[in-house]
């Protein structure tokens, strides 16, 4: 079992960055492909991002794609997406997520989800 601490999320303006960090406890954290997924009010929530256990592979949202990046540092327990070029269409509460299958997109093959931080993007 795995428990997860999102942090990072604030305020920004259109064209600006953030970085959003995923905090995990347990010995098995770099067992397991994260994911992040974002859900904005009104709307279902959706994937943004998936790597791998190793971190050799990612795989992307086409609406974020050549934006974003995921990274992880299994040393710290801790995985990462850095979102450049923000749109107001971001805007979201954005939650990571951990998973025993191979880096999926749908919300429902991830066990454990985190708290999630908000990510707003103001025009």
């Known amino acids: 079992q795995v428990q997860l601490v999102e942090s990072g999320g604030g305020l920004v303006q259109a064209g600006g960055s953030l970085r959003l960090s995923c905090a995990g406890s347990g010995r098995t954290f770099s067992s397991y492909d994260m994911g992040w997924f974002r859900q904005a009010p009104g709307k279902e929530r959706e994937f943004v991002a998936a790597?791998?256990?190793?971190?050799?592979?990612?795989d992307y949202a086409d609406s974020v794609k050549g934006r974003f990046t995921i990274s992880r540092d299994n040393a710290k327990n801790t995985v990462y997406v850095q979102m450049d070029s923000l749109k107001p269409a971001d805007t979201a509460v954005y939650y990571c997520?951990?998973?025993?299958?191979?880096?999926?997109?749908?919300?429902?093959?991830?066990?454990?989800w985190g708290q999630g931080t908000q990510v707003t993007v103001s025009s």
């Open positions: 997520a951990a998973t025993v299958k191979a880096m999926p997109t749908t919300s429902r093959e991830y066990a454990y």
């Open positions: 790597i791998s256990w190793s971190g050799g592979t990612a």
